[in-house]
C-alpha cells in the first residue's frame, strides 16, 4: 500500500498522515526530510517532533531517501515520509545538478518494491501564482512532475483543505 498525501501550508496533511499511521496498529518508522538550518524551522521540526508519539522510530533523511527506504523495509510496519517538498527542495539546493534527477528516479523505482506500507506526504506547491524567480518556478514544475508520478504509483491519493481529507484515488 502506497498512500500520497498532498496539501497546502497548514492544510493538516502531516495530521492525517500521522492519524492513518497511528490507526493501522503497525509499527511506524517516520523518515523526516527538513534539515533545522535557521530557528524558524527548528520551531516547525520541534512542533512536528511533539505530535507524533515518541515510540516511533525516527530517521532524519534530507537527501538519499530511496536508500533510507530500503534499509528500513520490512513486512508489517508502516513508513511515514514528512515531506516530499522539503526532500526535493534539499535535492535542488544540492551543488551536483544530476542528483536530483537520480534520487528522484530512484525514489519512483523503489516504492513500488518496498514490503512496508509508506505514507508519503507533500505540499501542493502548483495551486498559486506561478512564482517569479527561476529557481522557484523550477520547484512547483519538479514537485508537479514528481506528485503526478507518485500519483500513479499510488494506491490512495488525499488532497487536504482546511483540515478536511479529500479522496482523489482509492485503489484498495
Not at 501550508?9 to 500521522?18: M, P
Not at 515518541?54 to 532524519?60: D, K, N
Not at 488525499?158 to 482509492?170: Q, T, Y
Request: aromatic share 4%.
Amino acid at each position: 500500500m502506497l498512500q500520497l498525501i498532498l496539501g497546502g501550508a497548514r492544510s493538516g496533511k502531516s495530521r492525517l498522515a500521522e492519524q492513518t499511521a497511528k490507526e493501522t496498529g503497525l509499527s511506524v518508522i517516520y523518515i523526516a526530510t527538513a534539515q533545522a538550518l535557521d530557528t524558524e524551522m527548528q520551531q516547525r521540526i520541534a512542533h512536528h517532533q511533539q505530535q507524533r508519539p515518541a515510540h516511533w522510530q525516527v530517521f532524519e533523511e534530507p537527501t538519499y531517501l530511496a536508500d533510507r527506504l530500503l534499509q528500513c523495509d520490512q513486512a508489517n510496519q508502516l513508513i511515514l515520509v514528512d515531506c516530499l517538498t522539503l526532500w526535493l527542495s534539499n535535492l535542488l539546493l544540492a551543488e551536483d545538478s544530476a542528483l536530483q534527477q537520480q534520487q528522484i528516479q530512484q525514489l519512483l523505482n523503489v516504492l513500488p518494491q518496498l514490503k512496508s506500507k509508506i505514507i508519503l506526504v507533500s505540499n501542493e506547491t502548483g495551486l498559486g501564482v506561478v512564482p517569479m524567480g527561476e529557481l522557484s518556478r523550477r520547484f512547483v514544475d519538479e514537485a508537479g512532475r514528481l506528485h503526478q508520478n507518485l500519483g500513479q504509483l499510488a494506491n490512495k491519493v488525499v488532497f487536504c483543505v482546511a483540515g478536511f481529507p479529500m479522496i482523489l484515488k482509492d485503489e484498495k
